[in-house]
């Protein structure tokens, strides 16, 4: 046999050798969890914690949904709402969306694509998961003391003057999780630099490790300035220095260049590592190498750049001037090509490809589809004129859902699916898995499509009450989001059930390519018994006899 | 209305270019979404594992694909690009002749202030086919003023006026909604525009009105003391102000400032942060003493203020076009007759201890019985 990928998987799991003490089996103390420098058990600490925080964040869009059934405030008060929509974006932003990918699968995957034994500092990697505890403590105290009201932008000078709600501690939980990025994005830089095999070159690299990078270096470029900006906030309210309350001769135009400075390419922190996911995923399924390799990893690099360069976009009727408000639209367009060409090259991928539709495969279908409406409404939004029609109204909501919930969640779910046997050592029902995808796929389109409708009409977004006429939309959307809400769902029981009754995976079950299925699953603690020296290029088939020449 | 819209009436002279933008995209848009959709979904059928065996051949890849699908977006971008600039500008160009009408968002309320003294909450009246600039602050917090209806949208922020024009087509009734965030009842700070036809509005404009803005900030230049430094001749401790509104200023560090409605707020308010040449800075900050309100009265003074033409050496100021072309409802009636006040008369009073270079011209315009059409 010749290609070496998938015969590791002809041996039945009975007759396996015990392939060593695994990372789970590796201490089962509360303290071997809690104190372990091991980057994968520090992704589980992850994705239990983000699994939590998503559940949160979602019933309070649930709640949203419902309240928005009728067009009269009838089930929250107005204040209950506003903290409501408040804190769904807090969570799903800063506790979910921004850890979702890089520091679970990143955390877990990084080391293995490039066959290190570990980050560079895993201590700092424990630390950072720590500060995102203490974080989420801020912020868990907030929800279950009254919330906050300030809209997760915490404009100026509502946040620092009018707002009657717990500001500081929301921002300081802001404040430390950015730490926490920070530092798994310099881990990932270095660990990238420093700790690849021997022969793992550049650009022999997964795109998911180039996407990592991209997105490591705009964690640490842009979070300080949302520190920064923060700080000054707190500042601001609890000493009265006038930076942003023009009462005090602030200037609250000046909070929304700072805060979009970080939160713009935020969206790119969100949004590349899914595109990661989505180019290992569509490489696996396809069997086949990603068409246009380089020019996909050169367009994370492009996306985490330009991406810094856009943010006053978020400023077109805030009262910029004509010239500068041209000069962002003009770089908002641009930053869209890098985006497209990754759809044409994943596209052009499935060109004579094997391609099956297993689970992860279908959550990565479902993305292109979300992110090619997401990322082509983005072009609405980026011309000038439309802007002003469509700004902070629905259509903007449906826009950044589709990215983000669209894009980002389904992108997360690909690739928790695709890589879960080798996190758990287990297969989860394939059919349940397919039938999750699907309904998160009809769920979605039926939740934030009619929101795009809703927008144009005019219907402004964070309103508890609305007029009449915008009900019918509000109902889909609304039913829709109960769906979206099923599969979601889904995924946790047949996951978790899968954990003791999956079928033992093998070390690669999809027959994929790729350093980390070259060890065995769930992986050694050391994740490979002796360092591999690479000597093929990336997702290349048909490999030599020997795989790993031992070094 | 039929009960399930895909648009907004389309009730403003900019509705139809911002349509225009969105048919034209959601065409675009769709067709190529379309397109991949269905590549998607054919090259899965074709190429499926069951049909093409389990292992694919390389392909060798046509480099010249990426520069393709690299450049070929890039040109459409740009075409989309330079059309909603253009639709942009003209959103935010406010035409010479345009009426002003003053708002002020609070939490959580509109206030509106006709120069003619009409005062309005949460009610707008305008007349179609006029176009009429929005000059707008916020008392508290950030608001945005959005039309649907009319395609318009502006931020409304504390401390400087923002602006936004638009001109009706259609007379009936829209909602103007406060689309950025604001507290508590941000979702029912909505307001009501009412489109009129031409005669409905005169009509209107002639009901109940105390007195034109005008007047009202002529009362408050006296009673705030204004007058003692500002007293209309260069001899004053202040510079002279009649037909300053519009002109550029030289400041005493060298720089120059267009005298705007954001430039006089800022001179009231605070007005150490720009000293004219030539001045000391010993004006008060009237920060904290005048609200939003009185603020528009005193503008609204200001503006109507014409530069007296004997004595056109006074201060720096030299007219320019937009100062003359700020006008009340009176428009048509005023370039025959510049720098005079024979329309109305009712400010002739004005400045009771001085020689009155500062003779308002624009003031009577829509106080009751003036003469209006």
Known sequence: ?551 | MNDFPLFPRQASTIAVDIDRIYIALVLLCGLTALAIVVTIIVLAFKYRRSAVGAYSPEVSAPFWLEYIWTTVPFFIFMGIFFWGAWVYFRAYRVPEDATDVYAVGKQWMWKFQHEGGQSEINDLHVPVGRPIRMIMASEDVIHSFFIPEFRIHRDVIPSRYSFVWFQATKAGKYHLFCSQYCGTDHSKMIGTVYAMEPEDYQNWLSGGVKGSATEEGEKLFQSLACITCHTGDSSGRGPVLAGLFGTTVMLSDGQRVKADENYLRESILNSTAKVVAGFQPIMPNFQGQVDEQKLIYLIAYIKAMKAPDLNPGAGQQTPTGRGSANPLVTVPKEPGQPGTNSAGGSMTTVPAASPPPATPARTSTASPGSPQE
Do not use: C
């Open chain 1, 1 to 551: 046999m010749t290609t070496t990928t998938v015969h590791d998987n002809l041996i039945p799991p009975s007759e396996r050798a015990e392939p060593g003490p695994s990372y789970l089996s590796d201490g089962h103390t509360v303290a071997s969890w809690l104190l372990t420098k091991d980057h994968k058990r520090i992704a589980i600490l992850y994705l239990v914690s983000i699994t939590f925080m998503f559940m949160l964040g979602g019933f309070f869009a649930f709640m949203m949904r419902l309240e928005l059934l009728t067009p009269q405030g009838d089930l929250l008060t107005s204040d209950t709402y506003n903290k409501f929509f408040t804190m769904h974006g807090l969570i799903m932003v800063f506790f979910f969306l921004i850890p979702s990918i890089p520091a679970t699968l990143g955390n877990f995957l990084l080391p293995l694509m490039i066959g290190a034994k570990d980050l560079a500092f895993p201590r700092i990697n424990l630390l950072s998961w720590y500060l995102y505890i203490i974080g989420a403590g801020f912020g868990l105290f907030v929800v279950l003391f009254g919330g906050v009201d300030t809209g997760w932008t915490f404009y100026t000078p509502f946040s620092t003057q009018y707002s009657n709600t717990w500001v500081i501690p929301i921002t300081l939980a802001a404040f430390i999780v950015g730490f926490s990025s920070i530092l798994t994005g310099l881990n990932f830089v270095v660990t990238t630099h420093k700790m690849r095999a021997p022969g793992m070159t550049w650009f022999r690299l997964p795109l998911f490790v180039w996407s990592m990078y991209a997105t490591s270096l705009v964690m640490m470029l842009a979070t300080p300035v949302l520190g920064i900006t923060l700080m000054l906030l707190i500042i601001e309210r609890t000493l009265r220095v006038g930076i942003f309350d023009p009462a005090l001769g602030g200037d609250p135009i000046l909070f929304q260049h700072m805060f979009w400075f970080y939160s713009h390419p935020a969206v790119y922190i969100m949004i590349l590592p899914g595109m990661g996911v989505i180019s290992e995923v569509i490489a696996a399924f396809s069997r086949k190498r990603i068409y246009g390799y380089r020019f996909v990893a050169f367009s994370s690099l492009a996306i985490a750049f330009l991406g810094f360069l856009v943010w006053a976009h978020h400023l077109l009727v805030a009262g910029i001037s004509i010239y500068s408000a041209m000069i962002f639209s003009f770089l908002s367009f641009l930053v869209a090509i890098p985006s497209a060409v990754k759809v044409f090259n994943w596209t052009a991928t499935l060109y004579r490809g094997s391609i099956s539709l297993d689970t992860p495969m279908l959550y990565a279908l479902g993305f292109l589809g979300f992110f090619l409406v997401g990322g082509l409404t983005g072009l609405f939004l980026a011309a000038l004129g439309l802007d002003v029609h469509v700004h902070d109204t629905y259509f903007v909501i449906a826009h950044f859902h589709y990215i983000m919930v669209g894009g980002a969640v389904m992108a997360y779910f690909a690739g928790l699916h695709f890589w879960w046997p080798k996190i758990s050592g287990r297969l989860y029902p394939e059919f349940w898995g397919r039938l999750a995808a699907m309904v998160t796929f009809v769920g979605f389109n039926l939740t934030f499509f009619p929101q795009f409708v809703l927008g144009y009409l005019g219907m402004p977004r964070r309103y508890h009450a609305y007029v009449p006429e915008f009900q019918v939309l509000n109902v889909m959307s609304t039913a829709g989001a109960t769906v979206l809400g099923v599969g979601y769902a889904l995924p946790l029981f047949y996951l978790l059930w899968s954990l003791k009754y999956g079928k033992i995976a093998g070390k690669n079950p999809w027959e994929a390519v790729g350093l980390e299925w070259e060890t065995s699953s769930p992986p050694p603690t050391q994740n490979f018994t002796e360092t591999p020296v690479v000597t093929w290029e990336a997702y290349q088939r048909n490999l030599p006899e020997v795989l790993i020449e031992r070094g």
